[in-house]
């Protein structure tokens, strides 16, 4: 009919009209929604049922699994250096502190040992100074020896301005050195026994025999001159100084007799001396300045009871 006028579309075909405009106008945000959330839900479904992995589910756990344990190790393995490196540096600063505390400690036991050791010496030197009486001794440091090791001479810091004269004997606690040679005002340069120009009269302390140690130029060795042939020389034998003006102080040891030999004729033997001294370990020698005066016995009274 004409006259009839038209309704328009009722409430349920509005609501229809609005979602589809809805969905028309965020179809790929709503799209893109239902394509992550189709997972989840699938894990979670999964998950609660705990069934086993499809064939699919391994393929990609096969596909997956080295690649994650490559970025698994590779990360633990930057933390490893990482932590590695603080740690080896910690280690590194103690070691260098460690070190530096050890060569102290050295360095002070060095040098308390040799401070304990040149005690040890001054002691022996002193103790053999205070039995040489009358004898006046003068302790001397050896600050040099020749640079041959056949060098037959030593450098003494004790001189002319300390009363050392030339010719003064020279001796230490293990037997006689040698004699000054040379002079200045504060050293001496001392001529060994060992020297070919030393001769020591000696007297060898078992038998009293009397005969004469002479230098060879051997560091180690001196030769014995004028011992008798019949005399009862054996290895071994201890000679001491004889004594008289000019010469060493008697008993003084020399050394020991080796190398004994007697010809079938002649008058005298022939031997060696291996001298009481090791004259390359001398630090402290003593020199002979002058023999104590005597105390003259005191004067009578004239007219003084009997």
Known sequence: MQGEKREGPGRAGRSEILVGSI???????????????VPFVIF???AKKGRDLNLVDKVVLSLTAPIEKTISGTAFAVSDVWHGYLALRGVRDENVRLRRESIRARSIEQQTTELRLENERLKRLLDFTDKQAPMRL?????????????SHTLRIARGADDGVVKGAAVIAPDG??????????????????????????????????????????????CKLEYALRTDDLQEGDLLVTAGGPGFYPPGLRIGRVTNVVRKPHG?????????????????????????????????????SPQ
């Not at 001392?190 to 002479?214: E, F, H, M, N, W």
């Open 23 to 37: 969905l028309k106008r965020f179809r790929e945000p709503i799209f893109v929604v239902a394509l992550l959330a």
């Open 44 to 46: 979670f479904v999964k």
């Open 138 to 150: 003068l302790t001397a440091r050896v600050v040099a020896v020749g640079a041959s090791p056949h």
């Open 176 to 221: 006689i050195v040698g004699t000054v040679a040379q002079l200045t005002s504060a050293y001496a340069d001392v001529q060994l026994v060992v020297s070919p120009l030393s001769a020591v009269p000696a007297i060898t302390q078992r038998t009293r025999g009397r005969s004469t140690v002479k230098g060879t130029g051997d560091i180690g060795r």
């Open 267 to 303: 008058l005298f033997l022939d031997a060696e001396v291996v001298p009481a001294v090791d004259f390359s370990r001398l630090d402290e020698v003593s020199v002979v300045v002058a023999a104590e005066p005597t105390p003259a016995p005191p004067a009578e009274v004239a007219g």
